[in-house]
Protein backbone atom coordinates (compact mmCIF):
# COMPACT_ATOMS: atom_id res chain seq x y z
CA UNK A 1 0.00 0.00 0.00
CA UNK A 2 1.32 3.50 -0.78
CA UNK A 3 2.28 5.91 2.61
CA UNK A 4 2.70 9.43 1.97
CA UNK A 5 4.76 10.92 5.19
CA UNK A 6 5.04 14.77 6.10
CA UNK A 7 7.85 15.03 8.61
CA UNK A 8 6.91 18.38 9.50
CA UNK A 9 4.36 18.86 11.75
CA UNK A 10 4.71 22.52 12.03
CA UNK A 11 6.25 25.46 9.96
CA UNK A 12 6.45 28.87 10.79
CA UNK A 13 7.98 31.71 8.03
CA UNK A 14 8.33 35.43 7.90
CA UNK A 15 5.89 37.28 5.89
CA UNK A 16 7.45 37.76 2.50
CA UNK A 17 9.78 35.26 3.14
CA UNK A 18 10.48 31.69 1.59
CA UNK A 19 9.44 28.54 2.81
CA UNK A 20 9.73 24.65 1.85
CA UNK A 21 7.46 21.82 3.42
CA UNK A 22 8.66 18.37 2.96
CA UNK A 23 7.10 15.46 1.70
CA UNK A 24 8.04 11.62 0.69
CA UNK A 25 5.98 8.93 -0.82
CA UNK A 26 6.47 4.94 -0.83
CA UNK A 27 5.02 3.23 -3.58
CA UNK A 28 6.37 0.27 -6.16
CA UNK A 29 4.27 2.38 -9.11
CA UNK A 30 5.35 4.17 -12.15
CA UNK A 31 2.61 6.05 -12.90
CA UNK A 32 1.08 8.84 -10.31
CA UNK A 33 0.23 11.64 -9.35
CA UNK A 34 1.04 13.80 -6.41
CA UNK A 35 -0.93 16.90 -5.03
CA UNK A 36 -0.37 19.55 -2.29
CA UNK A 37 -3.65 20.99 -0.69
CA UNK A 38 -4.45 23.65 1.25
CA UNK A 39 -6.86 23.66 4.61
CA UNK A 40 -7.33 26.73 6.05
CA UNK A 41 -8.83 27.27 9.46
CA UNK A 42 -12.59 26.24 9.51
CA UNK A 43 -12.62 26.26 5.48
CA UNK A 44 -12.46 23.96 2.79
CA UNK A 45 -9.68 21.75 1.42
CA UNK A 46 -8.30 23.42 -1.60
CA UNK A 47 -5.80 22.06 -4.52
CA UNK A 48 -2.82 23.91 -4.10
CA UNK A 49 -0.61 21.81 -7.22
CA UNK A 50 -0.43 19.02 -8.92
CA UNK A 51 2.56 17.09 -10.47
CA UNK A 52 2.54 14.02 -13.17
CA UNK A 53 4.99 11.51 -12.59
CA UNK A 54 5.81 11.49 -15.85
CA UNK A 55 6.78 14.73 -16.12
CA UNK A 56 10.24 15.99 -15.61
CA UNK A 57 9.87 19.39 -15.27
CA UNK A 58 8.40 20.48 -11.87
CA UNK A 59 4.78 21.75 -11.63
CA UNK A 60 4.60 26.13 -10.88
CA UNK A 61 1.54 27.87 -9.22
CA UNK A 62 2.27 31.46 -9.54
CA UNK A 63 3.84 31.82 -5.72
CA UNK A 64 3.63 27.98 -5.15
CA UNK A 65 6.16 25.42 -7.53
CA UNK A 66 7.11 21.94 -6.24
CA UNK A 67 10.54 19.49 -5.95
CA UNK A 68 9.85 16.47 -7.53
CA UNK A 69 12.87 13.98 -7.39
CA UNK A 70 10.90 10.76 -8.58
CA UNK A 71 14.44 8.54 -7.74
CA UNK A 72 14.23 9.76 -3.89
CA UNK A 73 10.14 9.50 -3.92
CA UNK A 74 10.53 13.32 -2.50
CA UNK A 75 7.96 16.07 -3.43
CA UNK A 76 8.27 18.92 -1.62
CA UNK A 77 6.45 22.17 -2.10
CA UNK A 78 7.81 25.97 -1.99
CA UNK A 79 6.01 28.94 -1.29
CA UNK A 80 7.88 32.14 -1.94
CA UNK A 81 6.87 35.49 -0.64
CA UNK A 82 4.60 34.49 1.82
CA UNK A 83 1.48 36.07 2.38
CA UNK A 84 -0.56 35.61 5.68
CA UNK A 85 -3.38 34.11 3.66
CA UNK A 86 -1.22 31.33 3.08
CA UNK A 87 -1.27 30.50 6.82
CA UNK A 88 -2.98 26.56 6.94
CA UNK A 89 -2.64 22.98 7.01
CA UNK A 90 -0.78 21.68 4.13
CA UNK A 91 -1.35 18.44 3.24
CA UNK A 92 0.52 16.38 0.73
CA UNK A 93 -1.65 13.50 -1.39
CA UNK A 94 -0.61 10.70 -4.04
CA UNK A 95 -2.80 8.79 -6.34
CA UNK A 96 -2.43 5.91 -8.64
CA UNK A 97 -2.86 6.55 -12.32
CA UNK A 98 -6.51 4.97 -12.81
CA UNK A 99 -7.04 4.98 -9.31
CA UNK A 100 -10.15 7.09 -7.41
CA UNK A 101 -8.80 7.27 -3.72
CA UNK A 102 -6.21 9.88 -2.59
CA UNK A 103 -3.71 8.95 0.26
CA UNK A 104 -2.79 11.49 1.91
CA UNK A 105 -0.01 12.94 4.80
CA UNK A 106 -0.61 14.23 8.22
CA UNK A 107 -0.24 17.40 7.03
CA UNK A 108 2.28 20.68 8.21
CA UNK A 109 0.44 23.45 9.95
CA UNK A 110 2.48 26.66 8.31
CA UNK A 111 1.74 29.75 10.55
CA UNK A 112 2.80 33.04 9.03
CA UNK A 113 4.65 35.93 11.19
CA UNK A 114 4.04 39.29 10.27
CA UNK B 1 -22.64 29.67 -4.21
CA UNK B 2 -21.92 26.50 -6.39
CA UNK B 3 -19.88 24.53 -4.01
CA UNK B 4 -19.85 21.52 -2.25
CA UNK B 5 -22.51 21.97 0.37
CA UNK B 6 -22.06 19.30 3.38
CA UNK B 7 -25.00 18.82 6.52
CA UNK B 8 -25.07 19.02 9.12
CA UNK B 9 -22.02 20.74 9.59
CA UNK B 10 -21.64 19.93 13.52
CA UNK B 11 -23.29 16.81 15.57
CA UNK B 12 -23.31 16.18 18.60
CA UNK B 13 -25.44 12.49 19.58
CA UNK B 14 -24.73 10.05 22.49
CA UNK B 15 -22.87 6.52 22.37
CA UNK B 16 -25.30 3.88 20.27
CA UNK B 17 -27.26 6.54 18.41
CA UNK B 18 -27.53 6.54 14.40
CA UNK B 19 -26.04 9.82 12.44
CA UNK B 20 -26.87 10.62 9.09
CA UNK B 21 -24.68 13.12 6.89
CA UNK B 22 -25.80 14.49 3.94
CA UNK B 23 -23.47 15.73 0.53
CA UNK B 24 -24.52 17.99 -2.44
CA UNK B 25 -21.56 17.94 -5.16
CA UNK B 26 -20.92 20.08 -7.22
CA UNK B 27 -23.99 19.82 -9.74
CA UNK B 28 -22.06 18.88 -13.20
CA UNK B 29 -19.76 16.78 -10.94
CA UNK B 30 -20.45 12.87 -11.35
CA UNK B 31 -17.99 11.82 -8.97
CA UNK B 32 -18.60 11.76 -5.30
CA UNK B 33 -15.90 10.90 -2.36
CA UNK B 34 -16.52 10.81 1.17
CA UNK B 35 -13.03 11.10 3.59
CA UNK B 36 -12.73 11.16 7.70
CA UNK B 37 -10.03 12.96 9.35
CA UNK B 38 -9.37 13.00 13.21
CA UNK B 39 -7.62 15.46 14.86
CA UNK B 40 -4.02 16.61 13.52
CA UNK B 41 -4.00 13.56 10.36
CA UNK B 42 -4.78 13.60 7.59
CA UNK B 43 -8.24 13.11 5.61
CA UNK B 44 -8.41 8.98 5.03
CA UNK B 45 -10.77 7.43 1.89
CA UNK B 46 -14.38 5.98 2.63
CA UNK B 47 -15.75 5.61 0.01
CA UNK B 48 -16.38 6.22 -3.73
CA UNK B 49 -19.44 7.14 -5.94
CA UNK B 50 -19.52 7.07 -10.02
CA UNK B 51 -23.03 8.51 -10.10
CA UNK B 52 -25.70 6.43 -8.32
CA UNK B 53 -22.99 3.19 -8.17
CA UNK B 54 -20.37 2.91 -5.36
CA UNK B 55 -17.37 1.57 -6.89
CA UNK B 56 -15.20 1.45 -4.19
CA UNK B 57 -15.29 1.38 -0.61
CA UNK B 58 -12.22 1.01 2.11
CA UNK B 59 -11.51 -1.26 4.49
CA UNK B 60 -12.30 1.82 6.89
CA UNK B 61 -16.05 1.78 5.99
CA UNK B 62 -16.97 -1.18 9.22
CA UNK B 63 -20.59 -2.65 8.71
CA UNK B 64 -22.13 0.35 10.93
CA UNK B 65 -21.30 2.36 7.81
CA UNK B 66 -23.33 2.76 5.00
CA UNK B 67 -23.60 5.36 2.01
CA UNK B 68 -25.81 6.34 -0.37
CA UNK B 69 -26.29 8.35 -3.71
CA UNK B 70 -29.55 6.74 -5.02
CA UNK B 71 -29.96 9.35 -8.04
CA UNK B 72 -26.34 10.85 -8.88
CA UNK B 73 -26.82 13.47 -7.23
CA UNK B 74 -26.55 14.40 -3.53
CA UNK B 75 -25.27 11.22 -1.40
CA UNK B 76 -26.12 10.29 2.60
CA UNK B 77 -23.34 8.54 5.20
CA UNK B 78 -24.90 7.17 7.81
CA UNK B 79 -23.41 5.61 11.07
CA UNK B 80 -25.45 3.13 12.92
CA UNK B 81 -25.01 2.83 16.73
CA UNK B 82 -21.96 5.13 17.22
CA UNK B 83 -18.74 4.76 19.25
CA UNK B 84 -16.96 7.21 20.66
CA UNK B 85 -14.02 6.28 17.89
CA UNK B 86 -16.36 7.87 15.73
CA UNK B 87 -15.52 11.20 16.40
CA UNK B 88 -14.08 13.08 13.25
CA UNK B 89 -14.68 15.06 10.74
CA UNK B 90 -16.41 13.51 8.11
CA UNK B 91 -15.63 15.28 4.14
CA UNK B 92 -17.68 14.51 1.29
CA UNK B 93 -15.60 15.79 -1.98
CA UNK B 94 -16.92 16.02 -5.99
CA UNK B 95 -14.87 15.20 -9.42
CA UNK B 96 -15.91 16.24 -12.78
CA UNK B 97 -15.51 13.33 -15.38
CA UNK B 98 -12.08 14.15 -16.68
CA UNK B 99 -10.36 13.10 -13.27
CA UNK B 100 -6.96 15.57 -12.74
CA UNK B 101 -6.75 14.57 -9.39
CA UNK B 102 -8.79 17.89 -8.64
CA UNK B 103 -11.22 17.47 -5.56
CA UNK B 104 -13.37 20.24 -4.85
CA UNK B 105 -14.33 19.54 -0.87
CA UNK B 106 -17.03 20.65 1.68
CA UNK B 107 -16.52 22.29 4.83
CA UNK B 108 -17.22 18.60 6.38
CA UNK B 109 -18.95 17.84 9.14
CA UNK B 110 -17.91 16.84 12.20
CA UNK B 111 -19.23 14.32 14.41
CA UNK B 112 -18.91 14.50 18.70
CA UNK B 113 -19.74 11.13 20.22
CA UNK B 114 -20.46 11.14 23.93
Known amino acids: AQTVTQSQPEMSVQEAETVTLSCTYD???????LFWYKQPPSRQMILVIRQEAYKQQNATENRFSVNFQKAAKSFSLKISDSQLGDAAMYFCAYRNQGAQKLVFGQGTRLTINP | DTGVSQDPRHKITKRGQNVTFRCDPISEHNRLYWYRQTLGQGPEFLTY????????KSRLLSDRFSAERPKGSFSTLEIQRTEQGDSAMYLC????????????FGEGSRLTVL
Open chain 1, 27 to 33: TSESDYY
Open chain 2, 93 to 104: ASSSDRFTGELF
Open chain 2, 49 to 56: FQNEAQLE
